[in-house]
C-alpha cells in the first residue's frame, strides 16, 4: 500500500514592505518631474529660438474646458546641475529664488528661474514646414505684445493664426558679447502664406507642472547649492 506523502501547504506570497515615501526625500521633486514631462510629452517636439533669424506661424489650442487659448505662460526653474530639471517656481517664498544670496552672479544666472511661453507651432526651415511647440522667451511674447496688441494690428488674431491664410512672424535673435540675448519681433511682410503640412493643435495645459511642496523646494534648493559651490 502506497504512503500518501503530506504536501506542505503553499506560503502565502511574502508582500516587500514598501520604501516610505518621504516629503523630504531630495530626488522626489526630480523624478517626479522627469516622469510628468516623459509621459505627456509624447510625439511633440520643443522648440527653442536659437537661429539669427526664425520664420513660425503660431496657433490657438483648445483646453479641457474648451476654451481657446493660445500661449500657455510658465514661470520655472529651468535646473541643469546636479540633475537637468525644471521646477516650477510659486514666487514668494521660493527656496531657489532664496539662494540669490548664496551663489555668484554667473551660478545665480543659470538657477534663477525665468518665464517662457509655450505656443502651438509651425517652424519653416530650410523650405520645410514642421509643427513644434515653441518656447518663446518672455521680451518675445510680452515686449511686442503678440498675447495682445502685435496680433491685432493688421488682421483679427484669428485670421493672423489662420494655417491657411494667416500670417508667419519673423523672429530675429541677437547677442553682443556678454550682454543679454535682444529679440526683434515683426509680421511677415509678404502676406498671408498657406503651411505645408497637416497640424493638429496640442493641448498645452497637459504639460503645466504639477505644485510641489515647500519642504521639496527646500531640498532641491539644497541639493542646487551644493552642485554650485563646489
Not at 527653442?48 to 493660445?70: C, M, N, S, W, Y
Not at 497640424?199 to 510641489?212: C, E, G, H, N, S
Request: proline share 6%.
Amino acid at each position: 500500500m502506497a504512503t500518501k506523502t503530506k504536501t506542505k501547504p503553499k506560503k502565502s506570497p511574502t508582500k516587500k514592505a514598501s520604501k516610505p515615501r518621504h516629503d523630504d526625500d531630495e530626488d522626489d521633486i526630480y523624478t517626479r518631474t522627469r516622469k510628468q514631462i516623459d509621459s505627456t510629452r509624447g510625439g511633440a517636439e520643443f522648440y527653442k529660438i536659437a537661429a539669427e533669424r526664425t520664420v513660425i506661424r503660431i496657433f490657438p489650442f483648445e483646453d479641457e474646458q474648451g476654451e481657446e487659448r493660445l500661449f500657455l505662460p510658465q514661470k520655472q526653474h529651468w535646473l541643469k546641475r546636479p540633475e537637468e530639471v525644471r521646477i516650477p517656481c510659486p514666487g514668494r517664498g521660493c527656496a531657489l529664488c532664496a539662494l540669490k544670496d548664496d551663489l555668484d552672479e554667473d551660478s545665480w544666472n543659470k538657477v534663477k528661474a525665468s518665464t517662457q511661453y509655450m505656443v502651438n507651432a509651425v517652424v519653416r526651415e530650410g523650405g520645410e514646414d514642421r509643427q513644434v511647440i515653441a518656447r518663446l522667451p518672455k521680451t518675445v511674447v510680452e515686449g511686442y505684445k503678440l498675447d495682445k496688441g502685435i496680433i491685432d494690428l493688421m488682421e483679427p488674431r484669428l485670421k493672423v493664426c489662420d494655417l491657411e491664410k494667416g500670417y508667419d512672424f519673423i523672429i530675429r535673435r541677437s547677442k553682443q558679447g556678454k550682454g543679454p540675448i535682444q529679440y526683434k519681433v515683426h509680421l511677415d511682410e509678404n502676406g498671408p502664406k498657406p503651411i505645408g503640412v497637416e497640424v493638429k493643435p496640442v493641448d498645452l495645459t497637459r504639460f503645466q507642472l504639477q505644485d510641489i511642496k515647500d519642504v521639496e523646494l527646500e531640498a532641491a534648493a539644497e541639493k542646487v547649492s551644493k552642485a554650485y559651490q563646489r
